[in-house]
Nanobody, 128 residues
Framework: QVQLVESGGGSVQAGGSLRLSCVYSSYISDIYDTHCMAWFRQAPGKEREGVANIRAGGAYISYTDSVKGRFTISQDNAKNSLYLQMNSLKPEDSALYFC??????????????????WGQGTQVTVSS
């Protein structure tokens, strides 16, 4: 089975920082050259939103406009880990953050249905 496990969420004041981690199974690390990893988030009452994605440790990186300049996605495949460094957090960043993976290509951030594997999420709460 393919497994992804997120961690690092918590509560923080606006302007603060959090670093999310996603540890993924060897199946994903073994297809490093072709897979794509992504972070999505979903707030109560809102649709799931693509935050950032990355392929091959940085050969391809994309961010949604609302987080550009504040969030950084990175990957250390040797550690089977994906990260999301979140700085200058805003209350509107509050959401359940999911790690996702696609093995064959790199779907866009508006193409969540084409990501095959998902973690259970880690909660981020930003207060003002």
């Amino acid at each position: 089975q393919v497994q992804l496990v997120e961690s690092g969420g918590g509560s923080v004041q606006a302007g603060g920082s959090l670093r999310l981690s996603c540890v993924y199974s060897s199946y994903i690390s073994d297809i490093y050259d072709t897979h794509c990893m992504a972070w999505f988030r979903q707030a109560p009452g809102k649709e799931r939103e693509g935050v950032a994605n990355i392929r091959a440790g940085g050969a391809y990186i994309s961010y949604t406009d609302s987080v550009k300049g504040r969030f950084t996605i990175s990957q250390d495949n040797a550690k089977n880990s994906l990260y999301l460094q979140m700085n200058s957090l805003k209350p509107e960043d509050s959401a359940l953050y999911f790690c996702a993976a696609e093995s064959g290509f790199c779907p866009g951030l508006n193409d969540e249905d084409n990501y095959e594997y998902w973690g259970q999420g880690t909660q981020v709460t930003v207060s003002s």
